[in-house]
């Protein structure tokens, strides 16, 4: 599970830092992935932001020691794969995204299907492996 601790470390980055972002800075966050409507509705932005920092929050704890948390691993895993049709959604009824919203949009839901693939088979494979004395 060692791969598996490096890939959710580096989830939980990400999210504390779009998390942080949204609910910290959502006018930021707007001019960058929204820069055809600028200062729009960032009550969604934050409620958005909060779920990106409880992902955080759970790729954190899954990643502190993922072998003897797999429970953690196979939730944040199914966690990416929520994140596959909620981008392509995004993607496909925001007017108003930049290059750089519309190429996050593209990439993201394919990160997040093999991410989130790759979890939930590792935290299966774990949940179902003998345990070893702690």
């Given at each position: ?18 998390g942080?972002?949204a609910?910290?800075?959502?006018d ?7 820069p ?12 958005t ?41 995004y993607?496909a ?22 991410a989130?693939?790759?979890?939930v ?14």
């Amino acid at each position: 599970m060692k791969n598996a601790r490096w890939l959710l470390l580096g989830l939980m980055l990400f999210d504390l830092l779009l998390g942080s972002a949204a609910v910290f800075l959502p006018d930021l966050y707007l001019r960058i992935m929204h820069p055809r409507f600028p200062g729009g509705p960032t009550y969604w932005l934050t409620r958005t932001g909060f779920l990106w920092l409880f992902f955080a929050l759970i790729e954190g704890l899954a990643a502190w020691a993922p072998e003897r948390r797999p429970a953690l691993v196979l939730v944040t895993g199914f966690l990416r794969l929520m994140d596959v049709p909620a981008d392509l959604a995004y993607l496909a009824t925001a007017r108003d995204l930049g290059t750089f919203g519309v190429l996050a949009l593209i990439f993201s839901p394919l990160f997040n299907a093999a991410a989130g693939g790759w979890l939930v088979s590792r935290g299966r494979a774990a949940s179902s492996a003998p345990r070893r004395p702690a």
